[in-house]
């Protein structure tokens, strides 16, 4: 079982950044891929970015390549997204979730964080 805690939302202008963390409990947590997901009102759930368990790999969607970085503290038990360049079309809720490498982009994890939100506005 994993529990995780997404932090790191808030009210950001055009161009800004964003440092968000997915704080995890359970101790298999580093055997996951762990991924980041956004929700904007009205739209679907997108893929954003995934990192393997061991760190060594990520994947980014189009639209978050050169902006987002995805990283990995495994003796803290965190998965980091760094945000810079932030977009209004970057508004969202955010999720982690932690799952297969394999199904991260097109389905998610099996655990999911509660959410956090972004918001990016002048």
């Known amino acids: 079982q994993v529990h995780l805690v997404e932090s790191g939302g808030g009210l950001v202008q055009p161009g800004g950044s964003l440092r968000l963390s997915c704080a995890a409990s359970?101790?298999?947590?580093?055997?996951?891929?762990v991924g980041w997901f956004r929700q904007a009102p009205g739209k679907e759930r997108e893929f954003v970015a995934v990192i393997s368990g061991l760190g060594s790999r990520t994947y980014y969607t189009e639209s978050a390549k050169g902006r987002f970085t995805i990283s990995r503290d495994s003796a803290r038990n965190t998965v980091s997204l760094q945000m810079n360049s932030l977009k209004p079309e970057d508004t969202a809720v955010y999720y982690c979730?932690?799952?297969?490498?394999?199904?991260?982009?097109?389905?998610?994890?099996?655990?999911w964080g509660q959410g956090t939100q972004v918001t990016v506005s002048s």
């Open positions: 359970g101790r298999t947590f580093s055997s996951y891929a």
């Open positions: 979730t932690a799952g297969t490498w394999d199904y991260m982009e097109s389905a998610g994890g099996s655990y």
